[in-house]
């Protein structure tokens, strides 16, 4: 098997690496536990397979070639051997700004070819359902329980952060992310912070703009400036966390009669899939995703375009 990706290694180039994943490319905190367990995976097994540890300058193709046969032996999946090897590419390109080699030896190594894999999404009935899930969890009024507060608290806030999602086709790191003053009240819009610090504005619909000021009545004091959108509980200052946001997903889930494996990333795919089904171009769809690249989002264009080709082979004469 593998070596053990959670144990560390002592290599100055990678820890200067994970340094710049986190502070200079602002890199989310999934994206930095997986290239650092990549980058540690590749540490160990050079150490196992040649007895010293990789010296990144000296590393040859046929040494990628030979770590790339290692890991089809121990049958991964192409898309986890397309992410350790995304790592090592990014870990390269981090050594040639900073002088260490011209070239990188991975440069047109060829790997497995994914699968095309459709996104999963919900119907519009499938997130109607799901945004009013959580209200059916609000306790009985005059209801006078000690826990009542934090339960309609706990309510309010999940549908906001459901309409919230819905509304703008958030990242989760997104959503935990957003601040009081990310919100233009006036204009309907929110600014938000994507992958590698880049920020977009985009538009917020007013059910979620009401169902935050719902939310917000419930607090003594309404969030302002820097303060989290979304608080991990009534009287905590914190936001809520990926962790906490997705099991309560999962209980929404289950309450609406949807799958409860389905994951807060499905809901922006059914934003994206609504708006193109709706006639929305493919440019827009991008900036308001905040894709870098247009093909990132052309995989919802197969997705539309299957449902097209199932409607027209049902309904034409002549399909």
């Known amino acids: 098997m593998p070596p053990d990706p959670q144990l560390p290694v002592n290599d100055e180039w990678i820890k200067k690496f994970l340094q710049h ?50 890991l089809g032996r121990h049958n991964l999946s192409r898309a986890a051997i397309q992410l350790r090897f995304c790592a090592l590419r990014t870990f390269y390109k981090f050594l040639i700004r900073h002088g260490a080699l011209a070239t990188s030896p991975i440069k047109n190594l060829s790997l497995p070819k994914l699968g095309k894999r459709l996104p999963k999404f919900l ?15 609000l306790p ?5 329980d000690s826990g009542t507060a934090a339960v309609a608290f706990a309510c309010r806030r ?10 703008c086709g958030l990242r989760i790191s997104e959503l935990c992310g957003l601040v009081a003053q990310d919100i233009d009240w006036n204009e309907c819009l929110l600014r938000v912070r994507g992958k590698g610090k880049k920020e977009r504005l985009i538009p917020i619909g007013q059910p979620a703009m009401e169902a935050i000021r719902g939310y917000w009545s419930l607090l003594s004091q309404a969030p302002a400036g820097e ?3 979304f608080l991990a509980g009534p009287k905590k200052l914190t936001p809520i966390s990926p962790r906490q946001l997705q099991l309560r997903l999962k209980k929404h889930l289950a309450l609406a009669g949807l799958d409860p ?21 493919l440019r827009s769809v991008q900036e308001l995703l905040g894709h870098a690249h247009l093909v990132t989002t052309q995989i919802y264009t197969h997705l539309t375009t299957e449902r097209l080709k199932r409607a027209y082979d049902a309904a034409h004469p002549r399909a």
């Not at 119907?123 to 969890?137: D, F, I, S, V």
């Open 261 to 281: 494996h389905l994951t807060p990333h499905k809901l922006r795919h059914s934003y994206a899939t609504h708006l193109l089904d709706a006639g929305a171009d």
């Open 158 to 167: 999940d549908v906001a952060v459901l309409e919230t999602i819905y509304s």
């Open 140 to 144: 009985a009024q005059g209801d006078t």
């Open 21 to 70: 994943l986190a502070t200079d490319r602002g890199a989310s905190i999934y994206t930095q536990r997986n290239y650092r367990q990549a980058m540690w995976e590749f540490h160990r097994w050079h150490q196992e397979e040649r007895q010293q540890p990789p010296e990144w300058e000296q590393l040859q193709r046929d040494d990628f070639r030979a770590y790339l046969r290692f």
């Open 123 to 137: 119907t519009p009935e499938q997130m109607a359902e799901l945004l009013t899930a959580p209200l059916k969890l």
């Open 227 to 229: 303060s989290p959108v």
